[in-house]
């Protein structure tokens, strides 16, 4: 066999072992929103919470996340030319980014109300502010926890252990969920603000946390199996992190921007949660907001991610040897591949986001189920251009050149932060769909932008194949978003209640989905076999032959 022919076997094993794991992870996340909105309600403690239980990740992001997403894998590969296949390069790393996360979590847990502050509207009540701050004190160690599972991850990604990166959190959400049904079993279900008591918020907080630190911890198991054995070592002579630190740097300032911006982007949430609260409407904020982005994000993982994980580090290695030609065929590939699964999954959404949202948070009101339902369809309009954002930002990462992507990030946020402000001028219902519709034209942006530096870096980009590909996925899509419209349509006649929602959704992703296959091989779209081969041949391995 080539070996062209066995690095895309490989790609397809990596791509599929990831999406298992993703789409079991995700699938349990979906299970924890749900429980989560029936513990604390979509309403003002709801808020309290998602803004404390955020702000890890928000710290974790911008002080380390993407530094350190940006800078091992391709330092990594790179390091594995060094006279120990770069065993004492990646201790030194490790050490002092363990230490630097430990320290960066210690700072800001003693800083957690100066946080919720900062993300919160200036509106919120003294009780509202003091119930996030409590939930922040517990949350916010997750930093060190989240920078584990970074760490660790990443070295399993460089030495083509990609699957347990993306089974983690499924572990994390599990014990979430744990925590959640004692939650739901012993103390009241969406108390008011006043009626937290501190046994009811350490065991949300708690269990959040502890989940975070399984999901970390976790890895230790086959990152042993792999090979690997971790001794700390100081300093950083000689191990050549002078590119590693250029690229962190303006890695940071990316998601300095970044995180400017969805400061912004809270306050709005927020101040449009509690003004709906005062004028008595039920009016989609900041934890609809993050449930609607849990469910634009599905595709996004499923696919995207898993495919660009595996990707990337075939990238890397081809931009350490100057084979442009190579980072050129990944690029496409990558672009196609995602293709045939993000283009469906927004119409598909368009069509089904109603009773998708009903069925995923049954414990919600007519009026908070579109609340959420609403705010996703706005931002599936992005999903799209979000996907070739990050597949391009790693295109640049892989070359270590991180001013393109700190560049690119000042597009996305200028334009979503326009329409984030532009967004308060709406009716109080229509603001979160403001914010929104702003993610996705900020996506758009950003692709465009993308797009044409990335054909300046690589010298050339063909896109034609790419666009006639687009255009006959849209196609296809369109033709089953119509089929399963008017499944929902027929169903509409004869359910009602509870049980429609549920069952138009499965009878129309079904239907959806058949359309769409069929329809797609009719205009040759080849992609389809290509993502789905290797998901089939993981079912025949499992199930025995006749």
Not at 243 to 264: D, E, P, R
Not at 431 to 460: D, F, K, P, Y
Request: charged share 10%; glycine share 10%.
């Amino acid at each position: 066999m080539s070996e062209p022919v066995s690095e895309e076997a490989s790609l397809a094993r990596s791509t599929a072992g990831m999406a298992a794991g993703t789409i079991a992870s995700r699938a349990l996340g979906v299970v924890r929103a749900s429980l989560q909105l029936a513990v604390v309600g979509a309403f003002l403690a709801g808020d309290a919470w998602d803004v404390a239980n955020t702000l890890p990740n928000i710290v974790y992001l911008l002080l380390a996340g993407g530094v350190l997403n940006a800078v091992l894998v391709p330092q990594i590969t790179r390091a594995a030319s060094h006279p120990d296949g770069g065993r004492e390069y990646v201790d030194r790393l490790l050490t002092i980014a363990i230490i630097g996360m430990a320290i960066i979590a210690v700072v800001f847990t003693l800083g957690a109300g100066l946080l919720v502050r900062l993300y919160s509207t200036p509106n919120w009540s003294a009780d509202q502010r003091s119930l996030s701050t409590a939930f922040a004190l517990i949350c916010m160690p997750q930093i060190f926890f989240y920078g584990l599972y970074t760490l660790l991850g990443q070295v399993l990604n460089a030495r083509n252990r990609f699957a347990a990166y993306m089974w983690a959190p499924a572990v994390a959400n599990l014990v979430a969920i744990a925590g959640l049904a004692y939650f739901l079993l012993n103390y009241p279900h969406r108390a008011q603000i006043a009626g937290w008591t501190s046994p009811m918020i350490w065991v949300l907080a708690g269990s959040a946390t502890a989940g975070v630190a399984a999901q970390a911890l976790v890895l230790v198991v086959p990152l042993w199996r792999s090979g690997f054995r971790f001794r700390p070592r100081w300093g950083f002579r000689g191990v050549g992190l002078g590119t590693a630190s250029t690229v962190a740097l303006w890695t940071f300032g990316a998601l300095v921007v970044s995180t400017v911006g969805f400061i912004i982007t809270s306050q709005v949430l927020t101040y449009a949660g509690k003004a709906g609260a005062l004028a008595h409407l039920v009016v989609p904020g900041k934890i609809s907001y993050t449930n609607a982005f849990l469910i634009f994000m599905l595709p996004h993982s499923l696919v995207t991610v898993s495919l660009v994980t595996a990707l990337f580090t075939r990238m890397s290695r081809a931009a350490h040897a100057g084979d442009l030609g190579k980072v050129r065929s990944d690029v496409t590939k990558g672009m196609l591949l995602t293709a045939v699964a993000t283009i469906p999954a927004t119409v598909g959404a368009l069509v089904l986001g109603f009773a998708a949202t009903a069925t995923l948070f049954q414990g919600n009101s007519e009026a908070e189920t579109r609340g959420i339902a609403t705010v996703m369809m706005a931002m599936m309009f992005g999903l799209v251009p979000f996907g070739i954002l990050y597949l391009l930002q790693r295109v640049f990462y892989s070359f270590e050149d991180a001013r393109t992507p700190f560049r690119l990030q000042i597009v996305v946020t200028g334009v979503a932060t326009t329409a984030n402000l532009a967004s308060l001028m709406l009716p109080l219902r229509w603001i979160a769909v403001g914010v929104g519709a702003g993610q996705a034209l900020s996506n758009l942006a950003g692709m465009a932008v993308g797009l044409i530096l990335v054909r300046r870096r690589l010298e050339v980009l063909n896109l034609r194949d790419v666009i006639r590909t687009y255009v006959r996925v849209g196609v296809a899509s369109v033709v089953a978003g119509a089929a399963a419209y008017l499944v929902l349509l027929g169903l509409g006649q004869v359910l009602h209640g509870k049980l429609y929602n549920p069952v138009s959704l499965l009878s129309g992703a079904l239907v959806f989905a058949a359309v769409y296959v069929v329809t797609a091989r009719k205009l040759h779209v080849r992609e389809i076999d290509d993502l789905v081969a290797p998901v089939l041949e993981r079912v025949r391995r499992v199930l025995p032959g006749p």
